[in-house]
């Protein structure tokens, strides 16, 4: 793609950010994207490019969604912490103070903030559930509720790929009586108006285009963009957290189906378009276009207040988390250390940075076997923060 092919605009000295962008499809494969920026509550990067279908000739066009991954537990994150915000929600409660039967098998002593932070040590579960079990969330919330922890909750962590899902999603249930996906769209995406959807209605379905795998190249400015072989040994063992935790739904789960994105998985299954994204996390951090704000200048800072980090007993690789965003790291290399957000495994990525009052939203159709940085995104960040010099 040429830079004049990627469509929409960019502010005064984002120019790097278009150009980047460009670069993603002569360079790295890219097939469709959209990528949007806010700074101080005002759009000033609003670009999309490629094809909205990974496998198709259609145009991406600016209101085109895709599947977000797991930049869904960002959101799920969010929640959470807007009820702890609220007075709803104790971060030093134990779950089950909220949902009784967590307490079971060993678990009596977790508590919300283990819970956010992936410390309650079940990314794994004995009786994997299936993409169709998995849609009911009275299945997976009994299925993590019976679940014995891998290691005692609060002492160590690790990434909760799938269970998230559910750990999120109950507790969100059982402090306010709705559906997550239903609780999420009135009281946080609809008052600042980002598309971002939680079980996809049917009238929005039109929108969203089709995932499909793209080829990483075998190096970017050099580096080898393929894991390290340690990463990938734990995803080939079947005895591995890594595998397990992936694997707690099973077989993978048809992305393209509209039942699975009808369904409500917290951790996995948001749809969203990159401007939905990007406004989400401005309102994190201010008001957006002088309207809603959604956290206060204290949750603000408690949203990057670091609770893990170190080795990740399931992805294995250094990560940092706050409670329940990703924090800056090399495992998820963000704008700036003072970032919070989340990416998505095989490209999407979404994050605010307070320092610079940046919110970035980068949405993809093409999945790379990634599970944090992705090279597009990543070149995407790059040329923000070439921009803010």
């Not at 092919?5 to 950010?17: C, I, K, L």
């Not at 490629?50 to 198709?56: F, H």
């Not at 019976?146 to 909750?153: D, K, L, T, Y």
């Not at 089709?210 to 990938?232: F, S, Y």
Request: zero cysteines; proline letters at 7%; a negative charge.
């Amino acid at each position: 793609m040429d830079v004049t092919d990627a469509h929409g605009t960019v502010a005064e000295g984002f120019e790097p950010v278009r150009e980047a962008f460009a670069a993603n499809f002569a360079l790295l494969g890219e097939r469709g994207a959209a990528v949007a920026v806010y700074r101080d509550g005002h759009k000033v990067v609003d670009l999309w490019g490629g094809t909205k279908d990974v496998d198709g000739t259609a145009p991406w066009e600016a209101g085109t969604a895709q599947i977000v991954r797991s930049a869904t537990k960002g959101v799920a994150a969010t929640a959470l912490l807007l009820l702890h915000q609220r007075g709803e929600l104790d971060l030093d409660a134990p779950v089950g103070a909220y949902w009784p039967e967590f307490k079971a098998a060993g678990k009596e002593h977790t508590l919300v903030r283990h819970l956010l932070a992936h410390r309650a040590g079940v990314p794994v579960l004995d009786r994997p559930l299936t993409p169709e079990q998995a849609a009911d969330p009275d299945l997976g919330a009994e299925a993590v509720a019976a679940q014995a922890p891998a290691w005692e909750p609060g002492t160590a962590h690790g990434y909760h790929a799938q269970t998230y899902s559910w750990l999120t999603g109950e507790l969100i249930r059982r402090i306010t009586g709705r559906p997550v996906g239903a609780w999420i769209t009135a009281e946080m995406t609809r008052p600042v108006g980002a598309d971002f959807w939680l079980g996809l209605p049917e009238e929005q379905s039109a929108r969203v285009g089709r995932l499909g795998p793209v080829q990483a190249p075998e190096t970017v400015g050099g580096l080898k963009t393929r894991p390290k072989r340690a990463v990938a040994e734990a995803y080939a063992d079947p005895e591995s957290l890594t595998r397990r935790a992936f694997a707690a739904l099973t077989p993978a789960p048809d992305e393209n189906a509209p039942a699975y994105r009808a369904a409500a998985l917290p951790a996995s299954n948001g749809i969203a378009t990159a401007d939905g994204l990007a406004r989400l996390y401005a309102s994190l951090i201010g008001e957006v276009d002088g309207g809603a704000r959604l956290f206060t200048p204290r949750t603000m800072e408690l949203a990057r207040a670091e609770q893990s980090a170190g080795p990740d007993r399931v992805l294995v690789v250094n990560t940092r988390f706050g409670l329940g965003h990703m924090l800056h790291g090399p495992a998820s290399p963000l704008l700036s250390p003072g970032s919070f957000g989340h990416p998505g495994r095989g490209g999407a990525l979404a994050f605010a940075d307070p320092d610079s009052g940046i919110a970035f939203g980068y949405v993809t159709n093409g999945f790379r076997k990634s599970v944090t940085a992705d090279a597009r995104a990543q070149a995407l960040v790059k040329a923000v923060r070439t921009a803010l010099v």
